[in-house]
């Protein structure tokens, strides 16, 4: 087993880029637009359920603001929220 199994939990390890329009998109619009959440009922529950991580914390709040930068994780998918193009 090697000593970087395990570190960072998954971040930045095959994550999808998902680049923003503008400044922000909140954490429930963000798993509905990149198909992690097949509706916003089910993202709610998703993120009241603590199964989704911001930069490695768990959120459970679906208004969340999640900028470039961060990192948005749920099981094994991480999404990496990029700026957006000029």
């Known amino acids: ?12 390890v095959d994550a999808v880029a998902f680049p923003l329009r503008g ?20 993202a709610k529950v998703i993120i009241a359920s603590g199964e989704v ?4 914390e768990a959120e459970l709040r679906r208004g ?5 930068g ?3 994780a749920m099981g094994a998918e991480t999404v990496r929220v990029e700026s ?3």
């Open 1 to 12: 087993m090697s000593a970087a199994v395990g570190v960072g939990a998954g971040v930045g």
């Open 23 to 42: 400044d922000h998109i909140t954490l429930d619009a963000l798993l509905k637009a990149t198909g992690l959440a097949s509706s916003g009922g089910n």
């Open 70 to 72: 961060d990192e948005v």
């Open 84 to 86: 957006p193009s000029p």
């Open 64 to 68: 969340r603001k999640v900028r470039a």
């Open 53 to 56: 991580r911001v930069n490695g």
